[in-house]
């Protein structure tokens, strides 16, 4: 099963991290679209979070090295969907953030990069 996790989290993390680096004002533009939903939009983002953490916390439970970064990297969306569930609007906040600097997103796209190599190297 974590072998199964290692090549989920490599995939999309490559893909959503390769989008993040080269459409980062798109990705400003879907938070700030998600942002103007209320609170609607802060439960879609937590939804995908969570499914996507709690994913690869079912399937990787390895806390030794390097499998511990993608164990953690899963624990790290879990947190951020509750968060998004129970206090949306602390979510909100974040989301405005992200609508307002596209910047963020080139980082956060050079870190899924980052954890899509440590899927690989897993691997």
């Keep these: 099963m974590e072998r199964s996790v290692e090549w989920f989290v490599a995939i999309t993390a490559f893909v959503i991290g390769l989008s993040h680096l080269l459409r ?3 990705w400003a533009g879907a938070f ?3 942002h103007a939903c209320g609170r609607a939009g802060a439960f879609v983002n937590g939804g995908v979070s969570l499914a996507c953490g709690a994913a690869i916390v079912a399937g990787h ?3 030794a090295w390097p499998g ?3 164990t953690g990297f ?3 969306l879990a947190a951020k969907g509750l968060i998004c569930f129970l206090a949306p609007d602390k979510a909100l906040r974040s989301m405005a ?3 307002d600097s596209p910047r963020g997103f080139v980082i956060g796209g050079a870190l899924l ?3 899509g190599g ?3 190297y897993c691997l």
Aim: charged share 15%.
């Design 24 to 26: 980062p004002k798109d």
């Design 68 to 70: 511990a970064v993608l």
């Design 113 to 115: 990069l980052a954890i």
């Design 32 to 34: 700030r679209q998600l």
């Design 118 to 120: 440590g899927a690989c």
């Design 61 to 63: 439970g390895s806390w």
């Design 74 to 76: 899963g624990w790290l």
């Design 97 to 99: 953030r992200g609508g």
